[in-house]
């Protein structure tokens, strides 16, 4: 926070933007806000692995402190929000640096419109996942410092613009959320552990390579996104690299048939821990495919796109009847959290600004209900003192709130009106009815099945007949309440307001609207799909 | 350039010297001590403040660049790099071991010798220096590696000879076949035909070199000697000798560089090799000497894989790697003490001693090649030497080597910080350590895991020195 106010004590220069001065607008006229946000978890998390916690003495305030740290970065985070300016192009909050100049590349961050969203819910989300941390008993200065250094990675893949940056964010997020799994997962933790640094130290080979071929195709230049994405490559080539960032993709989203890990690691998990994956470090998968297939890869992108489309499809599928088969809560939210992944996958598939804006949107809205979902069936699981569906059965009498945020996280996966993911799932089908619309209409298909398997369980498990034999159900507390209404408060607002809440047209409070801003950057993006350059 | 730029190599000697003079001044002062009694606890900080100097002077004096003894040892950007990268695993090696669990304080002066194999082997201009800086640290290596089991040792002194046999035959081929020892001039001599003679030359002075590289990979009995040895004798062995190999081998590959890449395929082979059986080996380790002995094959394998390149990227991505590879080969050993019950032995090591637990779990992850650390920005620009180079397949082994050996160590990181379930209070302040021993052991920890994480921080200008130190190696 000493930071901000440092920050608010710069002169500040009147705004170019047309919209009206809001609160906070003009903070940042400085070009380190990235950074700060970058480094200072990393920066928290030495500090608070310097202090000591003889028999968990000061677990509350290791937590506390964590909390506060990224409460301060949403809030930074928000002000950058609201700051941004929609219509200007290229990147804001920009900053270059020479880091490695015998190999071309850069510290280069900056923002666009996808990367401002995409900050927005790796902050959000990394907040409700310290609150869904307050179960955690053992080792909590340990638990917060892996937190904090997770969380850092994850907005460093966001705001890089160099792809050796790209990579090593990318790349240093697996070792903690690795030993956070292994640490703290339940009695399956090891072979989660395991499954977990192989599928992810996979996808994060597959992203080394990708970022090599790019490097050696170009003629050895450098990694500047800003470089890569404006060379022309050899369809080959883009290919080829095209098909490794499928893999990185893949193996995070997760998509068919890379979901191994997600099974095992979010069956075994605490909540806090599935929030973090599910809610933003999964959905860097996309981010990626997006940022660098899409934007750069024209040729590639065209050629592999039916096969993303299959690819959403199956996945969206394969979640669907895997709920059917699952025999424990904490596997069926598993299953469900790779919903949005398929999807999101469709909407880059079609490859037209509509869907490009819905895949952006998704991977923000998908993101915040899959956590919300997949962490809340963790939650009922610990509440019930049992995850087996054979035992559950009737809870909503006895957790009425915490049914109902499920209830509405489960309806999120679906796209309902009324939640973030409506707009986002709208603007998908849309797209993708246009240019996929085989592997669309079977996409909503799949959806349909979702719905079925959804009612199914939310039946099963909520609104039967209660089970007398089943154990005790343990009273909620209010940071479980708190995690889940973030997130859920999150996907209704954006669902209720996806442009900002207007009042006669002109915006009047501290949200200018996901749509616009992500808009900003998809018209861009999409432009080469839409009006292909003339062959030779 | 004046001969002061000689000053650290002679700090170092001297130091050796002084060890093996004034060593164990428990009894008497006035004779040499023997082997088995107590090291003057005051030494082991004398010696760090000896080559810390020794470190500032490198780097003050170090800077300039020229020939001394009619061109019979050179100070470029390559040595500098280098000898530097020495001295701080020197440095941490010496203020992190405990001396207690050493079974001689022999292995003092034969670490310091051992290093100054390396410093040697930097500075040479000709056949003969590289095969005498070589033939120092690997012959000092196995001293120490004697000093706790004296037949693993006179064994592994078997294969420093076989190598530095190796090495003098395929040295003394290569001068035959161009007329001159002179690194500079060797490829220029050779006039970049490749014969039969000057093939087998090649190859049998890199096998040589390999064998001093990644003896713990190309001899069961070396291997078993790693695992016996102490603390020190195994940082002597897989980390200052392995580094004069490397050292050895970089500067002979750029001199080679002129003829046709007919070694290539033999040094992919072998680093792709090292890299798998490495891994597998880290995968598969019982014991922390274990686990440590397959991440600094796995890293040697990537070396190797720089060399292999066969160009100034590759080469340039090799001694970028050789600087994170020293600190992290020697100190992680040093950091992990005996440890002869296996990796059970780590548990609860976080609580017990945070700054070597830090130290040591930087370190392995280091070795591993997990981001943001040291080994990861080396082995990245190894990578793009491979992919610059069309040696796509051995890039491949590589990042599945790294998978295997970031699994391998996920292990001792969570018996290391992670099986703490009954938090003990500490019974003093936390910086109060006892002894003077024990506050150099906590600052040697803090410094390796700072020097490791720090490094990619610092990428600009190392690796600007690793570029230039390629360049004056005359690569292309």
Not at chain 1, 246 to 265: C, K, M, S, Y
Not at chain 2, 365 to 381: H, I, K, R
Request: hydrophobic share 60%.
């Amino acid at each position: 926070m000493s930071s901000l106010l440092w920050l608010a004590a710069f002169p500040t220069e009147p705004s170019p933007s047309a919209t009206p001065a809001q609160f906070g607008a003009n903070v940042f006229t400085q070009s380190f806000l990235l950074s700060v946000l970058v480094w200072s978890p990393v920066a928290a998390a030495v500090i608070l692995s310097l202090f000591p916690n003889p028999r968990g003495r000061h677990s509350a305030r290791f937590r506390a402190a964590a909390f506060w740290v990224l409460a301060g970065h949403g809030f930074l985070s928000l002000l950058a929000y609201v700051q941004f300016q929609f219509y200007a192009p290229g990147l804001q909050f920009e900053e270059k640096v020479p880091w490695l100049p015998g190999i071309g590349a850069v510290y280069h961050l900056g923002l666009d419109g996808i990367g401002m969203a995409m900050l927005l819910l790796v902050e959000l989300v990394g907040l409700a996942a310290i609150l869904a941390s307050a179960g955690v008993r053992e080792r909590v200065r340990e638990y917060m410092v892996l937190v904090l250094l997770a969380h850092a990675s994850m907005v460093g893949v966001v705001v890089a613009r160099d792809l050796f940056v790209m990579v090593l964010f990318w790349s240093a997020g697996v070792a903690p959320l690795g030993l956070l799994v292994l640490g703290w997962g339940g009695a399956a933790r090891r072979r989660a552990a395991a499954r977990f640094f192989a599928y992810w130290g996979i996808g994060s080979a597959a992203f080394i390579a990708a970022a090599l071929m790019l490097y050696a195709g170009l003629g050895a230049v450098g990694f500047d996104l800003d470089y890569v994405l404006k060379s022309s490559l050899s369809p080959r080539l883009q290919l080829g690299v095209g098909a490794a960032l499928v893999v990185v993709a893949a193996t995070r989203l997760p998509l068919v048939p890379f979901q191994g890990w997600a099974r095992d690691v979010l069956a075994t998990a605490p909540p806090g821990l599935i929030v973090l994956l599910v809610g933003s470090a999964s959905r860097l998968g996309g981010y990626v495919l997006i940022r660098v297939m899409v934007a750069g890869l024209h040729d590639g992108s065209r050629l592999l796109a039916p096969f993303l489309g299959a690819l959403g499809f199956l996945t969206i599928v394969y979640a669907a009847l895997a709920v059917f088969r699952a025999r424990d809560v904490r596997t069926l939210g598993a299953y469900l959290a790779l919903i949005p992944g398929g999807v999101t996958l469709l909407g880059i598939a079609a490859l037209n600004p509509v869907s490009l804006d819905g895949a952006v949107l998704s991977l923000f809205a998908g993101g915040i209900a899959a956590a919300a979902a997949a962490a809340g069936f963790a939650t009922v699981a610990q509440r019930a003192q049992s995850a087996s569906l054979e035992v559950l059965s009737g809870l909503a009498g006895r957790m009425p709130v915490l049914t109902w945020l499920l209830v509405v996280a489960c309806l999120g996966l679906l796209g309902v009106p009324l939640l973030a993911s409506f707009p986002a799932y709208l603007m998908i089908f849309y797209g993708s009815l246009q240019s996929q619309p085989a592997w669309a209409f079977a996409a909503g298909l799949g959806l349909l099945l979702s719905a079925a398997s959804i009612a199914w369980v939310l039946h099963r498990v909520m609104f039967s007949a209660p089970n007398p034999d089943a154990p005790a159900v343990l009273p909620g507390t209010t940071s479980q309440t708190w995690y889940l209404g973030i997130l859920v408060g999150a996907l209704i607002w954006v669902g209720i307001a996806p442009s900002g809440p207007k009042l006669g047209g002109i915006p009047f409070i501290f949200d200018p609207g996901l749509v616009p801003v992500v808009n900003a950057s998809t018209a861009d993006l999409a432009a080469p799909y839409v009006n292909p350059s003339p062959g030779p | 350039m004046t001969a002061w730029v000689l000053l650290p190599e002679a700090l170092v000697l001297a130091g050796a010297a002084w060890t093996v003079l004034a060593g164990a001044p428990r009894g008497s002062r006035r004779r040499v001590p023997t082997p088995g009694e107590d090291l003057d606890p005051r030494l082991p900080t004398l010696v760090t403040g000896l080559l810390l100097v020794a470190l500032l002077l490198e780097l003050w004096l170090g800077g300039s660049v020229g020939k001394l003894f009619g061109g019979g040892f050179v100070q470029d950007r390559f040595a500098l790099l280098a000898k530097g990268a020495v001295l701080v695993a020197l440095i941490l090696a010496v203020a992190g071991a405990e001396w207690e669990e050493e079974s001689s304080w022999l292995v003092l002066p034969m670490l310091l010798l051992a290093g100054l194999g390396g410093m040697v082997a930097a500075s040479a201009t000709s056949l003969l220096g590289l095969w005498a800086g070589f033939q120092l640290s690997a012959t000092a290596a196995a001293v120490a590696v004697a000093t706790r089991d004296r037949e693993q040792g006179l064994r592994l002194l078997l294969g420093a000879g076989l190598s530095g046999s190796l090495l003098a035959l395929g040295f003394g081929y290569l001068y035959a076949a161009a007329g001159v020892a002179g690194l500079t001039e060797l490829g220029k001599a050779l006039g970049g035909r490749i014969t039969l003679p000057l093939a087998a030359a090649s190859v049998v002075s890199l096998a040589g070199l390999a064998l001093g590289l990644l003896p713990v990979l190309l001899l069961p009995q070396a291997r078993q000697a790693y695992r016996n040895a102490s603390p020190l004798g195994a940082a002597a062995l897989g980390g200052l000798a392995a580094a004069a190999a490397a050292v050895a081998l970089t500067k002979l590959g750029a001199a080679l560089l002129g003829i046709e890449q007919g070694w290539v395929p033999f040094l992919a082979g072998v680093a792709a090799l090292a890299m798998l059986v490495g891994a597998v080996g880290a995968f598969s380790a019982s014991s922390p000497r274990s686990l440590i002995a397959g991440l600094t094959i796995a890293q040697a394998g990537w070396l190797a894989a720089g060399l292999a390149a066969h160009d100034r990227a590759g080469l340039a991505g090799a001694a970028y790697l050789l600087a994170a590879f020293v600190v992290a080969a020697v100190a992680a050993p040093v950091l992990a003490g005996p440890a002869e019950a296996g990796l059970n032995e780590l548990r609860n090591l976080a609580d017990r001693q945070p700054a070597r637990a830090a130290g040591l779990g930087l370190a392995l992850f280091s070795m591993a090649g997990v981001p943001p650390l040291a080994g990861f920005f080396g082995e990245f620009t190894v990578g793009v030497g491979l992919a610059a180079g069309h040696l796509a397949w051995l890039l491949a082994v590589g990042l599945l080597s790294g998978i295997i050996c970031t699994v391998a160590c996920g292990r001792a990181l969570r018996l290391i910080f992670l099986e703490v379930v009954d938090e003990q209070p500490r019974r003093r302040h936390p910086l109060d350590f006892g002894s003077s021993a024990a506050a150099l052991r906590f600052a040697a920890g803090l410094a390796a895991g700072f020097l490791i994480a720090a490094y990619g921080l610092f990428a600009n200008p190392i690796h600007g020195l690793a570029v230039q130190g390629a360049a004056a190696l005359g690569l292309r």
